[in-house]
């Protein structure tokens, strides 16, 4: 208890205090008196700790009958001495360990904060925390992290550690002793689960550590340790891991309350691109698919070596494309719905005013109109019109009906320039409203203050129909200019729009589609590479698209498929 530099100085200061010749030791509380004249027993909380032993000099003179009452008080007093300064010693050393404990306990305060506050996601919480277990030294074998989802009462393992008996530890949450421990919030030692009335074996375990995870007083998950060795936790083991506790229930309370945020925004993301698709029924599902086929085409690109070998998408690229694909059409909601509907040069109901005016002219003229209602017909609904076709139409628009004076062309203007437009069925002032689509999306969506892990969101849908050559829209972007996300969501926004029916063609076969593909990259406006790698992975990214199907949970999706 004591060092020498401290104890020596007050022994012989004692022997010199009683007189010549005398000499005071110090003995183990387990060895011989060697003939001294007092002993003195030394003690420490009641407890002997050893003895003072106070020798006489060999000379009689020196020690007179009558000092013997002096003399043992004198050594009772240098007992008390030694005794006090073992007391402080005790006190010291009782501080220092307290310190030293406590220092430890911040230190590892502060490492599990940050490591189990490094993810929110449930299952990196639950992996950092069977990590710090492990440096812990902890005399477990195998361990087990449990969770209990919001509004369910069953805990379902989430991670395991030690192989096959970790994964058997997913049996104790039968336990009563399980149950216990959730119940009472406070953790728990048993060395010897045979000799619990709680446990009927439900582990091939023989000792356990449980210990919940709260979080805002509720329990949200469950540690577990086992062994199956005759090994026995301690109760320093279950105070350091209540440490970790602490921390983990916090972190796996905001990692839940997170991915429950999560999944309403990713709702109502897919709720408003439902909408968006809902306002045309022939594009339904449009917006799902291309942020599937985006998502599916971007693992690609992330894997090759060849063309992207220096390009590295990380879960929250992926999710930021995810989110692109569903929004990218989000500014349609500003487009007029005889525009974004329009499935012919004229509507229904201007045809049918057209054929009147055929009738009239008929009926006043005598002229023969058979056949002609039929073409003109046929040419509205066409995606292209032929020279033929267009000379039938300019002939018509030369003609007039002649009632009460009056005189009434066969078209209009606007009927003729309609029925004129070389290919699709929009007008030139219809397509620069749909073209503006894209950067209405981009006014929509900047006042949604998305994660800062999404910072280029907004870029990448603005910018899906630039194409590389200049001739896109809304900026006529090139090259460099175009963000590789962007070329991404371009080119399966094609493929999807040609695989699917539209009120003016049917769906055409992936072949094809892959051609059409084809012939845009030859003409230099989007990325061939990009092309290239969907055409010789076009069954993975479909299968990739159909397994994702409705669901966002895209980490889960992407820790399936990269198992």
């Known amino acids: 208890m004591l060092k020498k530099r401290t104890l020596a100085p007050l022994l012989e200061r004692a022997a010199r205090f009683l007189g010549a010749g005398w000499r005071v030791c110090l003995r183990e509380t387990d060895t011989s008196p060697c003939g001294a004249w007092r002993s003195e027993e030394l003690r420490l909380d009641g407890a002997l700790i050893g003895h003072l032993d106070f020798l006489a000099p060999p000379e009689p003179e020196a020690f007179p009958p009558h000092a013997s009452d002096d003399l043992a008080a004198t050594a009772r007093f240098t007992a008390d001495m030694v005794e006090h300064a073992v007391v402080a010693e005790a006190a010291k050393r009782s501080l220092a360990a307290e310190a030293l404990a406590k220092y430890r ?7 599990a904060t940050l490591g189990l506050n490094a993810s929110l996601r449930p299952r990196d919480v639950a992996q950092a925390l069977l990590e710090e277990c492990r440096r812990g030294e902890l005399p477990a074998e195998a361990g087990m992290v449990f969770l209990r989802p919001p509004g369910a009462e069953d805990f379902l393992p989430l991670a395991a550690d030690g192989g096959e008996a970790g994964r058997s530890l997913a049996a104790t949450a039968r336990s009563t002793l399980f149950w216990d421990v959730a119940r009472t919030q406070k953790g728990e030692i048993v060395n010897d689960l045979d000799r619990d009335q709680r446990w009927r074996g439900e582990a091939g375990v023989r000792a356990l550590l449980l210990h919940p995870l709260c979080s805002a007083s509720r329990c949200v998950g469950m540690l577990a340790l086992g062994a199956t060795s005759a090994v026995r936790f301690e109760a320093n083991h279950l105070q350091y891991v209540g440490t970790l506790a602490a921390v983990a229930g916090t972190a796996l309370g905001n990692a839940l309350h997170f991915e429950a945020v999560q999944t309403l925004i990713n709702s109502l993301m897919q709720a408003l691109a439902t909408a968006i698709d809902a306002r045309d029924p022939y594009t339904a599902g449009h917006s799902q698919r291309v942020a599937r086929l985006g998502v599916a085409l971007a693992r690609v690109v992330h894997r090759d070596d060849r063309f992207f070998g220096d390009v590295s998408f990380s879960s929250h690229d992926i999710e930021e494309l995810l989110f692109a694909g569903l929004l990218h059409d989000v500014g349609k909601i500003g487009i007029r719905e005889e525009v974004l509907t329009k499935s012919t040069r004229l509507s229904t109901g201007v045809m049918e005013v057209i054929g009147q005016r055929l009738t009239l002219e008929a009926l006043l003229t005598g002229r023969n109109i058979e056949g002609e209602f039929e073409r003109l017909t046929r040419i509205n609904g066409g995606d292209a019109i032929s020279g033929e076709d267009a000379a039938f139409v300019a002939r018509l628009a030369t003609r007039c009906v002649t009632a009460a004076d009056k005189r009434l062309p066969v078209l209009s203007e606007r009927e003729i320039a309609c029925l004129l437009i070389p290919r699709g069925n929009l007008t030139p002032e219809e397509r620069r409203e749909i073209e503006r689509h894209p950067a209405q999306s981009h006014r929509i969506l900047r006042h949604i203050p998305f994660p800062e892990n999404m910072s280029r969101l907004l870029d990448i849908i603005s910018q899906h129909h630039e ?44 072949e094809k589609a892959l051609g059409i593909l084809w012939q845009e990259a030859g003409a230099g406006r989007i990325d061939a590479r990009i092309v290239e790698l969907l055409e010789a992975n076009i069954d993975q990214v479909e299968a990739d698209c159909h397994l994702l199907g409705d669901r966002l949970d895209l980490p889960a999706f992407l820790e399936a498929r990269d198992a």
């Open 105 to 111: 306990e911040v230190s590892l305060l502060h490492r």
């Open 467 to 510: 194409r590389l050559d200049g001739s896109g829209y809304p900026g006529g972007l090139t090259q460099a200019e175009i963000l590789l996300q962007s070329r991404i969501i371009a080119i399966v926004d094609i493929y999807d729009a040609i695989t699917m029916a539209r009120h003016y063609k049917p769906a055409l076969p992936r």
